[in-house]
């Protein structure tokens, strides 16, 4: 399994993003998709959340109706767009992958992950 995240980098306040997690060695069916990030000298946050079929999200509350998780089956990868970015919206963010049977916001309930890419929102 492995999960290549990119799309990161420096962007002003007010600007957008969109990351990318091509996955492969998955069957897309049984996994739930999800961006975390993690910001110096804090622990790693759930960012939004997307369930292969059906399509069903969830985002935590700090991102709501600025961010949107988003799959393509035909590219095997997901998408984090990243709108009207803010200052703490900074950090490394990852993708991950969990079966469906497991937790949606809890980063111990996933079992494989990407390498991480950094955001950096200026002021």
């Known amino acids: 399994v492995q999960l290549q995240a990119s799309g990161g980098g420096l962007v002003q306040a007010g600007g957008s993003l969109r990351l990318s997690c091509e996955v492969s060695g998955l069957t897309f069916s049984n996994y739930r998709m999800g961006w975390f990030r993690q910001a110096p000298g804090k622990e790693r946050e759930f960012v939004a959340s997307?369930?292969?079929?059906?399509?069903?999200?969830n985002y935590a509350d700090s991102v709501k109706g600025r961010f949107t998780i988003s799959g393509d089956n035909a590219k095997n990868t997901v998408y984090l767009q990243m709108l009207s970015l803010k200052p703490e919206d900074t950090a490394v963010y990852y993708c991950?992958?969990?079966?469906?049977?497991?937790?949606?916001?809890?980063?111990?309930?996933?079992?494989?992950w990407g390498q991480g890419t950094q955001v950096t929102v200026s002021s």
């Open positions: 991950a992958a969990a079966r469906l049977a497991e937790g949606v916001y809890s980063a111990a309930r996933y079992a494989y």
């Open positions: 997307i369930r292969w079929s059906g399509g069903y999200t």
